[in-house]
């Protein structure tokens, strides 16, 4: 906390004539914004998902973006034991703990962005298939008992970790490996930055 904030805590609610922030954004995973963290064979886009990209400077959304749990555990080439499945290195003890510990460190960020004052609209995740941010939802959209088991390995522990501080996000997969769902889904986060 800077010294000003200490004097006048309620200083930080108040706007700033010249500051022009909309204190909205969304997280995002990794490579939604950036095609190349993905594994060799996956990336669905050159670089980016535009539309995501579009709708967000349309809405005047800020992003967030949140590093690869893939690649924070198991580097670029996501190196593991011979005939191992990335979502079988991932859900191990230790990868677990790498993506809990990964989630808490963004918990915090969050819980400081909120206590200052802005809103986080969705957490975006990955394919239904992904090891690390696939995101399945019991009843969708939202709710802190609504992730499902078959979520990644990341999603869950993130998930788990805003429960604990009792911050409640809408999870969503950006499903970008068929048409038709990312489709859907952008929709969806259209609606949303409509509310
Ligand atoms: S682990 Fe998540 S962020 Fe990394 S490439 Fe896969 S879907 Fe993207």
């Known amino acids: 906390m800077n010294v000003l904030n200490k004097l006048n805590p309620l200083k930080r609610f108040f706007k700033h004539p010249s500051d022009r922030r909309s204190h909205r954004f969304i997280m995002v995973i990794d490579c939604i914004l950036n095609q190349n963290s993905r594994d060799l064979g996956a990336a669905n886009y050159p670089s980016m998902n535009k539309e995501i990209l579009r709708l967000c400077m349309q809405y005047d959304i800020g992003l967030f973006q949140i590093p690869c749990p893939e690649i924070t555990f198991l580097g670029f080439l996501r190196k593991r ?52 941010c696939a995101i399945h939802s ?13 979520s990644g390995v990341f999603m869950k522990e993130f998930h788990k970790a805003l429960c604990k501080q009792k911050i409640t996000i809408p999870f969503r997969g950006m499903r970008d490996c068929r048409p038709d769902w990312i489709k859907q889904d952008l929709k969806w986060l259209e609606n949303l930055f409509n509310q």
């Open 81 to 132: 034991k011979p005939g191992q499945s990335i979502r079988d290195a991932l859900d191990t003890a230790a990868g677990r703990e790498c993506c809990r510990n990964l989630s808490i460190d963004i918990t915090l960020r969050i819980q400081d962005y909120i206590n200052n004052n802005n809103k986080i609209l969705a957490i975006l995740g990955g394919n239904p298939e992904s090891p690390g």
């Open 138 to 150: 019991v009843s969708p959209n939202t709710g802190c008992e609504s992730l499902a088991e078959n």
